[in-house]
């Protein structure tokens, strides 16, 4: 198919591989974690002190156990999702400090904040998996507000979920409260990923000990994790986009064999959300063109690997949902469902270069979702669908709207959308000349006074309780 968007030629990404495993076998990267250490030396790699270097024919055999594609199981199995290849899903935002408020005023995020989000994402039509950290909250201690969060994440959506990363211990919190539903951690290792969570490098060349020891514990585990780099071109990386490639590529593959060390087959997808910083400000801007080239060659070279892909979705710098955020977010994340993302996170909700979620702009890039998806939906082109018999019989200046055909699949042919205006002017008015944003607001009340909690064993609600409050109490 022709686009005009840069595919890169199988030189091209062998060129970024190459140079790749050059930086991987000479100046190596550092794992600030003792296990990981032990890990590379126990299989033969070539360590000096924190410094681990790896070469080519280690990555290689690192990528003969990786699937190219896996399933998350859900606690409701009707909303298991697959990852790879073809599959692709919608994940919200993460690790915002701050929601934004409709007078574009910030405030501090809260666990209330958290637990509605996760009610908006069990009643979202487009969002596929709920995350972890959709907000920071701030009025639970840090210590142990991953054990809040997973709980509310676990009890108020039955959709898959992300897992929690913050540590190697909260990594072991997330794997133990997700044996308890499955029945303990051999039968949960049997049943594959059911988390998918965000490992992070520390760009330039370095995993810190909370990503890397909690990488160990997920792969240990068979969860799936995303290996993900953000490098800020021009100043945590090079200026050139090439070789943020290649930087990035470094990175991720050498988060991928450890990950395979730990447990061959260990579900891993190749993740980015490199981008350029802003010259005349100095910060990253997620709202750049930059973004989105390096989301398409991220997807191309997670294919060269044989990975599945992430990248970020509704992405913005803007700091309230206007014009700026709808322009940035719709770029970032048609960039990602087009170009074959199979994770695309941030899908909706972003402000302020992820500094901020915002109910209204989650719910007008949920709709975006569900907009990108009929845009992927291929065109049936068979004989009934042309009906040459059915314009023929119409003939010339006839009209469609009284054929069966119309009736037929008028609530099914085209998108339906009861969020973007379709009135005229007139209408409109008479609506109340309401802007999508002030929309947002009146359909927030209905969703959430619409919510009902899934259902959930109380011997398990009772379980998690526990080990929740066993685990605060130290």
């Known amino acids: 198919m022709y686009d005009r968007m840069q595919t890169l030629t199988q030189d091209q990404m062998t060129r970024i591989h190459d140079a790749a495993m050059d930086i991987l076998g ?21 360590v000096d002190g924190k410094i681990v270097f790896i070469t080519e024919a280690q990555v290689r055999n690192a990528l003969k156990t990786t699937p190219s594609r896996f399933t998350i199981t859900a606690r409701n199995p009707e909303k298991n999702v697959a990852v790879g290849e073809d599959d692709f899903v919608f994940v919200p935002g ?8 409709t007078n574009g005023e910030q405030r501090e995020a809260t666990m209330e904040d958290y637990d509605n989000f996760c009610k908006l994402i069990q009643t979202s039509k487009h969002i596929d998996m709920n995350g972890f950290m959709m907000v920071e909250p701030s009025d639970v201690p840090a210590d142990t507000a991953h ?21 190697k211990q909260g990594a072991k919190d997330c794997v133990d409260m997700a044996a308890i539903i499955w029945g303990g951690i051999e039968k949960l290792k049997a049943v594959g990923p059911v988390t998918v969570s965000l490992i992070n490098s520390l760009s330039p060349l370095q995993f810190s000990d909370e990503m890397a020891g909690s990488l160990i514990e997920l792969a240990r585990a068979n969860q799936a994790c995303v290996i993900a780099s953000l490098i800020m071109a021009g100043s945590s990386g090079p200026v050139t986009l090439s070789g943020v490639l290649a930087l990035q590529t470094a990175e991720i593959l050498a988060g991928v064999t450890l990950a395979q060390l730990v447990n061959p087959g260990a579900p891993v997808i190749y993740g980015s959300t490199s981008s350029a910083m802003d010259m005349k400000t100095g910060g990253l801007s997620i709202g750049c063109p930059e973004l989105s080239v390096v989301v398409s060659a991220t997807a191309q070279m997670a294919r060269f690997y044989n990975l599945p892909s992430r990248s970020g979705g509704g992405l913005t710098d ?15 994340l048609t960039t990602a469902a087009r170009n074959g993302i199979n994770f695309i ?28 998806r009929r845009l992927l939906k291929p065109m049936e082109v068979t004989s009934s669908s042309i009906d040459v018999e059915m314009i023929k019989a119409v003939g010339i200046g006839g009209q469609y709207l ?22 005229n002017h007139a209408g409109w008015k008479a609506a109340g ?14 969703r959430l006074a619409a919510y009902e909690k899934p259902d959930i064993d109380p011997a398990i609600e009772a379980a998690l309780t526990e080990f929740v409050t066993r685990r605060k109490k130290g």
Not at 94 to 101: E, K, N, S
Not at 433 to 446: C, P, T
Request: hydrophobic share 40%.
């Open 26 to 46: 000479t100046t190596g990267i550092a794992f600030n974690e003792d296990e990981a250490l032990s890990i590379f030396k126990a299989n033969g790699f070539k």
């Open 94 to 101: 993460y690790g915002a400090p701050f929601v934004t408020l």
């Open 147 to 167: 054990l809040d969060m997973i709980f509310s994440n676990i009890i108020l959506c039955d959709k898959p979920f992300m897992g929690s990363p913050v540590s």
């Open 318 to 332: 803007a700091h309230f949902p206007d014009a700026q955020a709808g322009v940035e977010s719709t770029l970032a």
């Open 345 to 372: 996170l941030h899908a909706n909700g972003i402000l302020g270069s992820y500094i901020s979620m915002s109910y209204e702009k989650f719910l007008i890039d949920e709709e975006l979702c569900g907009i990108t």
């Open 402 to 423: 009284t054929q069966p055909k119309t009736f037929q699949l008028c609530r099914t042919e085209f998108y339906l959308t009861d969020f973007m205006n379709r009135q």
């Open 433 to 446: 000349k309401k802007r999508i944003d002030e929309f947002a607001v009146d359909r927030l009340g209905q």
